[in-house]
Every structure is written in C-alpha cells, then in structure tokens.
C-alpha cells in the first residue's frame, strides 16, 4: 500500500514538473475559485434572516422574550440598546400569536419600519399614514387568522391625529375586528385574550378597553382577565384556600414542638379556625388633648382683661326687690359712693387634629380552637397532670397571639382555656408496622465465605503469575533467536575447474542434448 502511495505521489510530482507557469497558473486559480464558491454558498445556505419582532420594549420585557424564546430553543438576536428583538423571518407570524396568548409583551409595539425603504421620494405624511394604517391592519388581519378556528378577520384601526400643543392630551386610538370563525367553533378565553393582546401591542397607544371583537354573527367577546375573582365561587376557593393553610400552619407547627417533647407518634393535633374576611376601608378624623393627664391642649395665646370703677350714683343693675308687682325692678334711684371692679382670662387652646386612611386586612383570625390527644408513656394510663398544665400554657399563647388583636383583647383566661382541650388516653387505633424480624448469619457462613475469597485469592494470584511467567519466557525465546549470529556464506571459489562446472550445469540446464553428446565424447575417448 505504502509503495503504490509512493509511486502516486511520484506520478503527480512528475506531472506537475513537467507543468509550465501558465497551466500552473489556470489550476491554481481554477482551485481558489471553486473553494471560494462552495464558501459562499455555504453561507448563504446557512444564513439565517433576523426581522425585529418587538420593539420599543423594556429592559424587563425584553429579558422576559429572551429568555422565554430560548427555553423553545428559537434564536433571537437584542438591538437598539435593549429595546428591540429579533427574530428569523420565518417565525415572526408565529411568534407574535404565542407570545399574544402568554401576554407578552405587556408593552412596545410591532416594527412596521420597514415601509419606509418602500415608500417614494416625494410621498406626504398623510399618503404615509395611510399606507401604513393600511399595513397594520392587513398585518393584523393576517396574524388573527393563525388563531385555530378563524378562517377570515376584518380589522378597521382609527389612530388619532398628532397634536401641535404640547399642553393636549394624548389621545388613544381605536380597533375594532371581525373574525369568521369555522362552524361550529368557539372562541376559548385564552384566545379572545390573546387576541386582545395582539392588537393592543400591534397599535401605538391602544389600551385594551378601546378594542372591540365580533364574530361574524356580531356577537362580542368582551376581555375578561384570567386573574378575575368575580365569581361567588371564585371567592369561595380563595378564601377557603386561605383558611386551609393557615390552619395546617398552625397543625404543622404544634405537631412539631409537641412531638419533639412527647415523641412522633405521641401527639395528634387538631387546629380549626374562624376567619373574618370582611376588609374594611374607613377614614378617621380625631381631635386629641395634647396633656391627656390634665385633658388640656397647648395654649397658643393668652388675654387678661381687668376692669375697675369707683365713683357716686346709683350702682348699675338697681335694688333687688324692689317694686310691688316686678322682682329685680330697678327702683328709685339712689346716691351714694360704690366701686366696681372685674377680670377676665381668655386662652386660646390649640389640640391635635388626626386625620387617618385606614384598609384593614383582607382577613382575621377571629376564632381559634386547638385539640390536643396525648399518648401516656409505656406503662402508664394517662399523663401526668403537670405536663397537661404545660401543654395548655402553651397553647394558650398561641391562641392569644394567634387571633387578631381586636377578637383577642376581649378574651378572659377562662374563655382562653375554653377554646383549649388537651386529653390523654392511649392510642388505640393506631398502625403499628410489623417490623420483619432480621435472622443474624451464623458465623460458620462467614468461615465459608472467607475461605472461598481466600481460595479465588490465590488462584487468581498463580493464574497472574503463570501468564506472566509465560510471557516472559515469550520475550527471553524472542531475544535469543535475536541475538544467534547468522551463519556467513561460503566464498565463491573462482577457479578454473570452478568456473568449467558452472558452464557445464548451465550448458545440461540450457541444452541438454549437446550436454549429452559431449559426455558421450569424453566417455568414448576414456
């Protein structure tokens, strides 16, 4: 194999020695030409186009894409600093209706920049706007009908006119879509939501309330939210889950701190609770003394005003009594010195003026009851009454800082211990597990044992030696037939009688009838 690659290379030495510069030339080219082309083929053939998918997205959003597109194993490439995605071309319809179901993305928009390389030089805004209204409900109108069960849908967008004045306020736009369903088949609430969605995330400022969707029959799919709980048993669930998991909270809890003092199969805990889901919105307005010892507020001011008089005449106010018919009748009027003096203090107070918005808890412990079943130790018929006290002392606290504060500010420690029961009494209907009884190995199986490992020990053990052994005399053979000295051949003898035999064996080899006729010579002249 080795001699016929030899000679090939040999061949195509030859060959290309015998080559002139020119011809050299045209083949080198001709080689770079060919691994040029199938280079760029490759790449073209393996060229993945990428069209933005979203845009004007957040951070957040954006990462949620990312990381949402890469869990389905779809390349996605970030531009615009974040805020745009990419995607193959070939997935972007796709894409924009699964993403529209999951509610993704909870802002941006679709990238329709790419009617501006389509449109002419002298193209006005308006001309602009039109075709790209035009665009975006047919684009829509294309996403819509890859939702399983529409054959056809009509959309009809309305985008406000841009303001001149900043101090106008945003307007919103419009949608309103018809789609044609299949007969037979309805819309599921994922996918009218999904539909929602789509649109509102298609148009620039395009809330959800301002979309309206008809079938063919012009009946509405209102938007519901999947996080809804309007529904009497919706409510019922919920609150229902709520007060199952406080009260395996509390089962989980006791059951552990009671078990590590009794044991794990010694107490059994039974928690129920009432809870209070009336969520309350009020607004308190209070006034307050400032010194609530004394009930005073702070004085802001202060005024004394003291009066005094002294003269003659009569005294302001007349004689009590006099008049026959009158009382306090001011009679006759008298003279002589009086005075008259008076004071006052006028202070201004000034108290605290609270003012509180309070939203009470969504939920409350009003009630608690705790039952406690204790197993006696082996032996014994029931627990001592020590340890009972212990456990409802216990108890009792967290009864007391379990209930809201409100319910548990008007409990007594008797009502406290009502709520409370705590027995003691052997557990009869408890499982015992049949533990399977372990037969020990007798020692003369491990004896056995032994003595078979140590057994397969040693043969194992001849049998490496032998074949090393083996291998061994292998290599001395081969080194011995190595090292035997090759006999030297005889020298050739260059005589004349020497050189007369060769020609007479040649002569018998080549023509053995004049080798014959020879030898009769030399025997008939003997």
Known sequence: MNEKVKQFLERAREYWKNRTRTQKGIFLGSLVGIVALVAVLSFLGNRTSFVPLYSNLTL??????????????????????????LVPETQVDTLKVELAAEGLPQSGSIDYSFFKDQVGFGMTDNEFSVIERA???????????????????????????????????????TASVVVDLAPGYELQPNQVRALYHL?????????????????????????????SSNSTLSAYEQQREIKRDIERDLTRNLQQMLGTM???????????????????????????????????????SVENINEAYSGEGTEAGGVVGTGDEIPNYVGAAGTGPYEYESAEERINYE????????????????????????????????????RIDEIQQILSTVVRTSISGVYADELTDEELNQKIFVSSQPFNGKVEVDQEVQ????????????????????????????????????????????????????????????????????????????????????????
Request: proline residues 5%.
């Open 199 to 227: 649109v509102s995330k298609s148009v620039p400022n395009l809330p959800i309330e301002n979309i309206v969707i008809t079938n063919q029959m012009f009946e509405d799919y209102p938007y519901e939210n999947e996080n």
């Open 60 to 85: 957040q959003e954006t990462g949620q894409i990312k990381e949402t597109l890469d869990a389905r194993g779809i390349a996605s490439q970030v531009s615009a600093n974040g805020t745009s995605i």
């Open 135 to 173: 665009a975006m409900q047919t684009e829509l109108a294309n996403l819509i009908r890859n939702v399983e069960g529409v054959n056809q849908a009509n959309v009809m967008i309305t985008l406000p006119e841009e303001s001149v004045w900043v101090a106008d306020p945003e307007q919103s736009a």
């Open 262 to 300: 009794m044991g794990r199969d010694k107490v059994l805990v039974s928690v129920t609770t009432d809870i209070d889901f009336t969520q309350e919105n009020r607004q308190e307005e209070l006034v307050e003394p400032v010194d609530e010892e004394n009930m005073e507020g702070l004085a802001v």
């Open 439 to 526: 037969t020990a190995i007798p020692m003369w199986m491990y004896i056995v044992g032994g003595a078979l490992l140590a057994i397969i020990a040693v043969l194992l053990f001849l049998l490496l030696r032998k074949r090393k052994q083996t291998t061994e005399d292998i290599a001395l053979e081969e080194t011995e037939e190595a090292q035997e000295e090759v006999p030297e051949l005889p020298e050739e003898d260059m005589s004349i009688s020497a050189t007369k035999r060769r020609q007479l064996e040649k002569m018998a080899q080549e023509k053995p009838e004049e080798f014959s006729k020879l030898l009769r010579t030399w025997l008939s002249e003997d």
């Open 351 to 386: 108290v605290n003026r609270i003012r509180r918005d309070i939203v009470e808890s969504p939920y409350k412990i009003r009630d608690l009851g705790i039952q406690v079943m204790v197993e006696p130790p082996d032996g014994e018929e029931e627990l001592e009454q020590q």
